[in-house]
């Protein structure tokens, strides 16, 4: 069987706000309530926040990445500069989640934690995507030993999603 969710803040949600550990928090609990599931497939922040549930729960067989940020801080800063905001609201917005939830923010990064994953791994990210550099893909991929890597070009960060080339490889 499989389930889908909508992360929090999202579409046409009326939230507002969310954060990868609220995103994790779902996953968590969709899978004690109604799985326990085998695969998860993640997109953007949610491929972030399935490598970070995985890093935990290792039952998990099979992880679908597409489009994840090899870290955190990678994703503020590409968040900040897509607002127009400096460094220095970035440092201070690092700090702020940090504090908030008590972690390091480079721990918590698909980076860092590919390289614990004993589930297979199938990474997809377009070369075009300007939201995250095709660079974390493959920082993903050579830390990540049971990976494949899946590049596509000129989809982008959303359009990836419907191409029916990557529906078939999942």
Same mark, same amino acid.
């Given at each position: 069987? *499989?389930?889908?969710?909508? +992360?929090?803040?999202?579409?046409?949600?009326?939230?507002?706000?969310?954060?990868?550990?609220?995103? &994790?928090?779902?996953?968590?609990?969709?899978?004690?309530?109604?799985?326990?599931?085998?695969?998860?497939?993640?997109?953007?922040?949610?491929?972030?926040?399935?490598?970070?549930?995985?890093? &935990?729960?290792?039952? *998990?067989?099979?992880?679908?990445?597409?489009?994840?940020?090899?870290?955190?801080?990678?994703?503020?800063? /590409?968040?900040? *500069?897509?607002?127009?905001?400096? /460094?220095?609201?970035?440092?201070?917005? #690092?700090?702020?989640?940090?504090?908030? *939830?008590?972690?390091?923010?480079?721990?918590?990064?698909?980076?860092?934690? +590919?390289?614990?994953?004993?589930?297979?791994?199938?990474?997809?990210?377009?070369?075009?995507?300007?939201? &995250?550099? &095709?660079?974390?893909? @493959?920082?993903?991929?050579?830390?990540?030993?049971?990976? @494949?890597?899946?590049?596509?070009?000129?989809?982008?960060?959303?359009? #990836?999603?419907?191409?029916?080339?990557?529906?078939?490889?999942?």
């Amino acid at each position: 069987s *499989y389930m889908s969710f909508r +992360a929090p803040a999202h579409g046409s949600d009326e939230e507002k706000t969310s954060d990868l550990m609220e995103f &994790v928090d779902c996953i968590n609990f969709i899978n004690s309530k109604y799985g326990p599931f085998d695969t998860l497939i993640g997109h953007s922040l949610g491929a972030v926040a399935s490598i970070n549930a995985a890093s &935990v729960d290792k039952n *998990y067989k099979k992880i679908v990445s597409i489009g994840a940020a090899a870290t955190i801080e990678e994703s503020i800063k /590409d968040f900040c *500069y897509f607002l127009g905001f400096s /460094d220095e609201v970035k440092s201070m917005l #690092i700090k702020y989640i940090e504090e908030k *939830y008590g972690v390091s923010l480079e721990d918590h990064g698909a980076n860092k934690l +590919a390289k614990g994953l004993k589930s297979k791994g199938l990474i997809i990210h377009d070369k075009t995507d300007h939201s &995250v550099d &095709v660079k974390s893909a @493959e920082a993903i991929h050579s830390n990540w030993k049971n990976s @494949e890597l899946m590049l596509t070009k000129g989809l982008g960060h959303n359009k #990836i999603l419907k191409d029916t080339d990557v529906i078939t490889k999942i």
